[in-house]
């Protein structure tokens, strides 16, 4: 069985900075893909970036600029830095990983964590 757990949400005044982080635990023989979506009440998830195994980034055009993606393949953790953070984007974050487990490839979510954006 695989879990991830994010951490890090909370309440931030408008231009301020929160750093999220997801750590992926259980039978991982590897991971592939990580990403970090985000859900406003009355809204979808909708995905926020993207990070490959190799690195490679990318970003909803958004928060392009203000948010960076990281990982850590050592510790499986990936985090999210989110700066210069507007109202908009009050939402529970989720993270969600491409993890090779028994033999195959399946994505897993985490439980997400609330960030609000508010003065």
């Known amino acids: 069985q695989v879990q991830l757990v994010e951490s890090g949400g909370g309440l931030v005044q408008p231009g301020g900075s929160l750093r999220l982080s997801c750590v992926a635990s259980?039978?991982?023989?590897?991971?592939?893909?990580m990403e970090w979506y985000r859900q406003a009440p009355g809204k979808e998830r909708d995905l926020v970036a993207t990070?490959?195994?190799?690195?490679?980034?990318s970003y909803v055009n958004s928060v392009k600029g203000r948010f960076t993606i990281s990982r850590d393949h050592a510790k499986n953790t990936v985090s999210l830095q989110m700066n210069s953070l507007k109202p908009e984007d009050t939402a529970v974050y989720y993270c969600n990983a491409e993890v090779l487990s028994g033999g195959r490839y399946s994505y897993y979510w985490g439980q997400g964590t609330q960030v609000t954006v508010s003065s």
């Open positions: 990070i490959s195994s190799s690195g490679s980034t």
């Open positions: 259980g039978s991982i023989f590897s991971i592939s893909r």
